[in-house]
């Protein structure tokens, strides 16, 4: 691939002010596109656009609620490349789980990114190009328990992925999936730090005895890892790979 394959090409990025979506905006960024980042959070939305040049350079922050529809309709439409990345996680017994918090998972990892397909897909249409990366997890493939809020948005995203793949084809559209494992995250750090107090252990242990337990390879995924196979798939020779699941887990899927 050349440096700047995707010079011309316009990417919107969700959760693009941290962690996963913040190394896949630099990475589209760097490879020539114009990256819309879109945060919960102004401030980090608006520090990413800076850090990529900002509107001279074709990098603009936008701060919107995913949770709430109206939001979405001020983003733009115009969009080649589309990655939802956005995500938060609640970990509790299912007996134990805020519906309300259950029901604001699903808003902004399932939801949105439909609202945001129904937004940007024609344009993709009409332009006969398109690429969709959802950044779904190991959780949209496996399960574990007391996450139920997150293993069923990351399922329901795999699936809404595929049913993209299908009507995108005719249109030279193509969905796909990055389904990673434990990523070193600020949402991830967090699950660290809570493991650790909950179970009465070192946030070493708590990645080797909980977290990385069942994953081959005993250490975190880096965003840019995540982020190179994003850019991968939105270039040349990804074409055909359409309505699949990249297992970045470290070997989980195969234990």
């Not at 949209?140 to 993209?164: D, I, M, N, Q």
């Amino acid at each position: 691939m050349t440096s700047e394959f995707l010079r011309g090409r316009v990417a919107l990025v969700t959760g693009g002010g941290s962690g996963i979506g913040r190394a896949c905006a630099v990475a589209l960024a760097a490879a020539g596109a114009t990256v819309h980042v879109v945060d919960l959070d102004g401030g980090s939305a608006a520090a990413v656009a800076r850090a990529l040049g900002g509107r001279a350079r074709g990098a603009l922050a936008h701060t919107a609620d995913l949770s709430d529809p109206g939001a979405i309709e001020t983003l733009p439409d115009a969009v080649d490349i589309l990655v939802n990345s956005a995500g938060l996680q609640h970990v509790a017994p299912l007996t134990e789980f805020p519906p309300e918090r259950f029901t604001l998972i699903q808003q902004v990892m399932v939801t949105a990114p439909f609202l945001l397909l129904r937004r940007v897909l024609p344009h993709m249409y009409g332009a006969r190009w398109g690429r969709v990366v959802n950044i779904s997890s190991v959780h949209g493939l496996r399960a574990s328990a007391f996450k139920s809020a997150y293993v069923a948005a990351k399922h329901g995203l795999e699936g809404l992925s595929k049913v993209t793949a299908l009507e995108g084809a005719p249109y030279g559209v193509t969905s796909n999936c990055i389904s990673p494992g434990y990523v070193r995250t600020p949402l991830v750090e967090a699950q660290i730090e809570a493991q650790a107090a909950a179970h009465g252990i070192s946030p070493g242990d708590v990645l080797s005895e909980v977290l990385l337990a069942r994953s081959a390879i005993k250490r975190l995924i880096e965003p840019e890892d995540v982020a190179a196979a994003a850019l991968w798939l939105c270039g040349p020779h990804t074409g055909h790979l359409t309505g699949a699941s990249l297992p970045l887990d470290g070997g989980w899927g195969a234990n």
